[in-house]
Nanobody, 124 residues
Framework: QVQLVESGGGLVQAGGSLRLSCAAS????????MGWFRQGPGKEREFVAA????????AYADSVKGRFTISRDNAAKMVFLQMNNLKPEDTAVYYC?????????????????WGQGTQVTVSS
């Protein structure tokens, strides 16, 4: 079992930055790839970024490449998403998820555990 709790969301102006955090519990954290997904108003949940279990491999959605950075601290059981140059279209609830494997995936059905989400709102 893995429990995930996101934090760090909020309201920010376009061009601003936020850093999301995900605190994990459970013995399997260091062997699981981790991902961030988001769901905007009236939209389906979409992939944002993912990182391998040891942090050596990452993947990003084209819409966030060059602006968002995913990282992890296995000793602290934390995953982070640094979001820079935010745009109004980044407005969404952001979810942290634990992959059932050590390799990062972009499909939501590869992830077994999900947090409750944190709201990010970007004003224009």
């Amino acid at each position: 079992q893995v429990q995930l709790v996101e934090s760090g969301g909020g309201l920010v102006q376009a061009g601003g930055s936020l850093r999301l955090s995900c605190a994990a519990s459970g013995r399997t954290f260091s062997s699981s790839a981790m991902g961030w997904f988001r769901q905007g108003p009236g939209k389906e949940r979409e992939f944002v970024a993912a990182i391998s279990s040891r942090g050596g491999s990452t993947a990003y959605a084209d819409s966030v490449k060059g602006r968002f950075t995913i990282s992890r601290d296995n000793a602290a059981k934390m995953v982070f998403l640094q979001m820079n140059n935010l745009k109004p279209e980044d407005t969404a609830v952001y979810y942290c998820a634990a992959d059932r494997s050590s390799v990062p995936h972009t499909r939501a059905d590869n992830y077994d555990y999900w947090g409750q989400g944190t709201q990010v709102t970007v004003s224009s």
